[in-house]
């Protein structure tokens, strides 16, 4: 179905008799969620013989004729911008770039615009379909700002919903590089730790116990070390939690390099190494983060999607300097 056209008259036969009129319907126009069909009903915008039906929780009768009308997309809040964005792939659906270390991902107080969305709404323009109403990219995952890496944004209504999904079902296959203090052993394995909120300071996640944090899972694999006191790794993520990376590796006493946050002190793993190391080591600007990998379903072809990106001059660089 074209994302822009108004989605056919559906005719309800006596097996649709009974359910939700708003379930009934979303399950009808795949584009469509289910939230977003009852937004439109309460709207207006879903007519039954020709008439407003507004109450989503409606039984849908047989041999009745539904129609649903789509309201023009509205502006969204954020501006577009014309920021430069290295695009390693783009359709109709969705587009996948290389996001820099220093850009945020969605405008919020402190950061109103220079981020993703304004580059996303200025260089999509048109091709934005509109996205629960608003012309806007839809944003199914998040790269803290000064991570930098892969990331999937959707261009439709269809690949936002199909991307969320598959995010939520940990159907992605995703993949990022680090650098941290200390070796961590065994080689390779998991850090297995539910995160949460710090209960001491807000704006840290932790790791934390009973009820209060959801279940995370990052398995590494060390690629390299450094003089006894820094490793290289590749880090997957079986789940994804806000800041998962820099917690559990944090939590496991291998702070990631630069990491503004969860590295508080200088590092016992410091001493390990000849200055120059150390120097470089101890200056990087940012968390020694890269999201490397990332592959899925395209929602609408089915194809496989595979993409890889090589960290950037500033992670290189300091892996060359702590050799």
Known sequence: MNDTAPPAPIIATADDA?????????????????????????????????????????????????????????????QGQDIALTILYEDRDLIVLDKPAGMVVHPAPGNEDGTLVNALLAHCGESLTGIGGEKRPGIVHRLD????????????????????????????????????????????????GAIGRDKRDRKRMAVVTGTSGKHALTHYRVLN????????AQCRLATGRTHQIRVHFAHAGHALVGDPVYLRRVPAAARALPPTAKTAALDFGRQALHARRLGFIHPRSGEEMLFESAPPEDFRQLLADIA
Not at 36 to 65: F, I, Q, T, W, Y
Not at 225 to 232: E, R, W
């Open 18 to 78: 009974g359910q939700r009129t708003d379930r009934f319907v979303a399950n009808a126009v795949e584009s469509l969620s289910r939230s977003r069909v009852k937004s439109l009903m309460e709207s207006g915008h879903l007519l039954r013989n020709g008439d407003p039906l507004r109450d989503p929780a409606e039984p849908v009768r047989a041999g009745m004729c539904y129609e649903i009308h789509l309201p023009p997309a509205i502006p969204a809040t954020p």
């Open 225 to 232: 070390t450094f003089h006894g006191g820094l490793a290289h």
């Open 145 to 192: 700002k000064d991570t930098s890496g892969i990331m999937v944004a959707a261009k439709t209504e269809m690949a936002h919903q199909a991307l969320s999904l598959a995010f939520a079902e940990r159907r992605i296959d995703r993949a990022y590089e680090a650098l941290c203090w200390g070796i961590p052993t065994p080689g390779s394995g998991s850090f297995d």
